[in-house]
């Protein structure tokens, strides 16, 4: 497996608080992503990373940041956490390069917003 | 902008069986076409990948998948089905956006079960 880790791998918190959610890799790849994976909707891009302090937002971005400030780390951070951001959490990395060669996945993280 | 449609939210086969998951895409253009398999609690694997050339692609597990343009799609095959094979397929397409990024979109799943 490539070497993508995700911190913590479960958390339960209170509506209303901030939560980070971190993403590790060790494959030096460029790209990476945040995801979230609810029932009935697939996987849904939250905020992407191009490179170091490259950032641009997905298709479900309201209510997240992100911040990319070395190349082997991607936060994705709730403000203010509400309950429709309850999900599973998955980050993934692509390398860059002249063709699109697919992504690889992290763990995922459970996330409960009470 | 594109989208992924996977028409077949839960398929049973028996273990021995054929199988075959659809993928349905629309796009102006030919896109990148990925399948994904997710075993329960886990991530997401790459199964196979499609870009360009023999339409016919065959990659891990024993898994193919043809992409025919005049239906734009993508479907997911195997001839045989093993009981280890139970999990959920993603079909994703992705193209380049003018930035020059890639931009992945995911299908809703497809579950399938296995029986004896």
């Known amino acids: 497996d490539a070497g993508i880790t995700q911190s913590p791998r479960h958390k339960v918190t209170e509506t209303g608080t901030p939560v980070t959610l971190r993403c590790h890799q060790t494959?030096?790849?460029?790209?990476m992503y945040w995801y979230r994976q609810d029932p009935g909707h697939g996987l849904r891009l939250i905020h992407y990373?191009?490179?170091?302090?490259?950032?641009d937002k997905g298709e479900v971005s309201d209510g997240y940041s992100v911040s990319r400030s070395k190349t082997e780390d991607f936060l994705l951070t709730l403000e203010s956490a509400t309950s429709s951001q309850t999900s599973v959490y998955f980050c993934?990395?692509?390398?860059?390069?002249?063709?699109?060669?697919?992504?690889?996945f992290g763990p995922g993280t459970r996330l409960t917003v009470l | 902008a594109q989208s992924v449609t996977q028409p077949d939210i839960h398929i049973t086969v028996s273990e021995g069986a054929s199988l075959e998951l659809r993928c349905n895409y629309s796009?102006?253009?030919?896109?990148?076409l990925f399948w994904y398999v997710q075993s329960p609690g886990q991530g997401l694997q790459l199964l196979l990948k499609?870009?360009?050339?023999?339409?016919l692609v065959q990659g891990i597990k024993g898994f193919e998948a043809e992409f025919k343009r005049s239906q734009s799609s993508f479907n997911l095959r195997k001839p045989s089905v093993h009981w280890s094979d139970a999990a959920e397929y993603f079909c994703?397409?992705?193209?380049?956006?003018?930035?020059?990024?890639?931009?992945?979109?995911f299908g809703t799943g497809t579950k399938l079960q296995v029986i004896p």
């Open positions: 993934a990395i692509s390398e860059s390069g002249t063709g699109v060669v697919g992504e690889s």
């Open positions: 494959e030096n790849h460029r790209y």
């Open positions: 990373s191009y490179g170091v302090k490259d950032t």
């Open positions: 796009y102006g253009a030919t896109p990148y």
């Open positions: 499609y870009f360009s050339g023999d339409t």
């Open positions: 994703a397409v992705a193209v380049m956006n003018s930035g020059g990024y890639q931009k992945v979109t």
